[in-house]
């Protein structure tokens, strides 16, 4: 089955520590995303990629880097710089070849705490 | 200011009250407006894609309305299994920003 695999869905970070999270997708999507959740609040924005080799920071980028090797790959690393990291992290996909406005489809997230 | 509002934060039916949720926005040149279902501890899960005022899009007990300003998503004689977060998300002139309202989170008693 086509879908967005996110890895692992808990995490635990201790103090001055860097954290990666994986996000892998087999449905040949150009663009991929990094949202945050939190309590009460809607998604926000960390970085997007339309195209492998090229990212873009979105609304809530500091303390945070990606990589975009890979089509099917977009991993998020959580560096020591991001003071408030606690929140459920959601990758997405979709694919702009079929039209401009077609919709993002989710992972199922990893949950990040701090130890 | 780009914005994206849902009403109400929390709204609790007994199984076979109908009612319907609100998805208020102030975003510039809507593409499309997108409705998503999240269960706890899951990622949205995609529902319906609006992207002129006037359509409608049905599936099972949900249809899903637009206008110039707001959408509507009814529910149609709910069931428990109806039971989860609604999202709502907008779509403006940057096709890569999704504007994301908080969710209205639906309790459907049996």
């Known amino acids: 089955d086509g879908g967005i695999t996110q890895s692992p869905k808990y995490l635990f970070r201790k103090e001055g520590q860097n954290v990666t999270l994986s996000c892998e997708q087999n449905?040949?999507?150009?663009?991929m995303y990094w949202y945050r959740q939190d309590p009460g609040q809607g998604l926000r924005l960390i970085y997007y990629?339309?195209?492998?080799?090229?990212?873009q920071k979105g609304d809530i980028a500091e303390g945070y880097s990606v990589s975009r090797e890979k089509k099917e790959s977009f991993p998020l690393t959580v560096t020591s710089a991001q003071k408030n990291p606690t929140a459920f992290y959601l990758c997405?996909?979709?694919?702009?070849?079929?039209?401009?406005?077609?919709?993002?489809?989710f992972g199922d997230g990893t949950r990040l705490s701090i130890l | 200011e780009d914005q994206v509002t849902q009403s109400p934060e929390a709204l609790r039916l007994q199984e076979g009250e109908s009612s319907s949720l609100n998805c208020s926005y102030t975003?510039?040149?809507?593409?499309?407006l997108f409705w998503y279902r999240q269960d706890p501890g899951k990622g949205p899960e995609f529902l319906f894609t609006?992207?002129?005022a006037g359509e409608e899009k049905e599936k099972e007990r949900l249809k899903a309305t637009l206008t110039k300003k707001e959408s509507f998503l009814h529910i149609t004689a709910p069931k428990p299994e109806d039971s989860a977060t609604y999202l709502c998300?907008?779509?403006?002139?940057?096709?890569?920003?999704?504007?994301f309202g908080s969710g209205t989170k639906l309790n459907v008693k049996p």
């Open positions: 997405a996909s979709r694919n702009p070849g079929q039209g401009h406005n077609q919709p993002q489809h």
């Open positions: 449905l040949n999507h150009d663009a």
């Open positions: 990629s339309q195209i492998v080799n090229d990212f």
């Open positions: 975003v510039s040149g809507l593409r499309g």
């Open positions: 609006l992207y002129s």
């Open positions: 998300a907008v779509q403006g002139f940057n096709f890569n920003k999704f504007y």
